[in-house]
């Protein structure tokens, strides 16, 4: 019986002294996470109507991005991201990295993220 408490003790010890190395590695995760948490890309403009159910011709250019490095062409899923609610620098670029490394990398997917704009 005391052997076990014992080992219960050790590994105790054991754990709290691994707890500040996990912190940091913890920690150093999230950071990457957040740096990666977005794709800097060239801005593209589609000439968008301002009121697409009035008599209006106004229109503004309305900015997004895209990716199309695992694009398979015609017949290809396309995915959407929908951006904020304002504008997207293109230091931001593509939101959610997940999307375009990942989802569209297995799809064959065209991946567009258009501003939000009303």
């Not at 593209?44 to 209006?56: A, C, E, K, P």
């Not at 106004?58 to 609610?85: D, H, K």
Request: aromatic fraction near 12%.
């Amino acid at each position: 019986r005391q052997h076990k408490r014992q080992e219960g003790v050790e590994q105790q010890q054991h754990h709290e002294r691994a707890m500040p190395s996990l912190g940091r590695s913890v920690l150093a995760l999230a950071a990457a996470i957040a740096a990666a948490s977005a794709i800097p890309a060239d801005p593209y403009n589609y000439t968008q109507l301002i009121d697409h159910f009035g008599t209006s011709t106004a229109t503004y250019e309305q900015r997004y991005y895209q990716n199309v490095t695992w694009f398979g062409g015609p017949g290809s899923p396309i995915l959407c991201i929908m951006g904020g609610e304002g504008a997207i620098e293109p230091s931001t670029g593509i939101f959610y990295p997940f999307v375009t490394d990942v989802l569209a990398k297995r799809f064959g997917a065209a991946v567009i993220e258009p501003e939000h704009r009303y």
